[in-house]
C-alpha cells in the first residue's frame, strides 16, 4: 500500500502542479511590457501638452 500512494499519488499532483504555474507566466510576462509602455506614452504627451501650454501662455 505505500509503494503504490508514494509511487501513484505524488507524482500525477507534482505533474498537475507545474502543469498550472507556466500558463500563469507567459501571461504575466505579456503583462507587464504592455504595462510599462503604457505609462510612457500618457506621460510623454501630457508633458508636450505641458510646454506647449507654457510656450502658447509666455508668447501671449
Known amino acids: 500500500?505505500?509503494?503504490l500512494h508514494e509511487g501513484?499519488?505524488?507524482k500525477p499532483q507534482l505533474?498537475?502542479?507545474?502543469?498550472c504555474p507556466p500558463q500563469q507566466q507567459p501571461p504575466a510576462y505579456?503583462?507587464?511590457p504592455l504595462m510599462d509602455l503604457s505609462p510612457s506614452p500618457p506621460a510623454h504627451s501630457r508633458l508636450e501638452?505641458?510646454?506647449r501650454a507654457e510656450i502658447s501662455d509666455r508668447r501671449r
Open 1 to 3: 500500500a505505500p509503494q
Open 8 to 10: 501513484g499519488d505524488p
Open 15 to 19: 505533474h498537475q502542479l507545474p502543469a
Open 30 to 32: 505579456e503583462v507587464q
Open 49 to 51: 501638452d505641458e510646454l
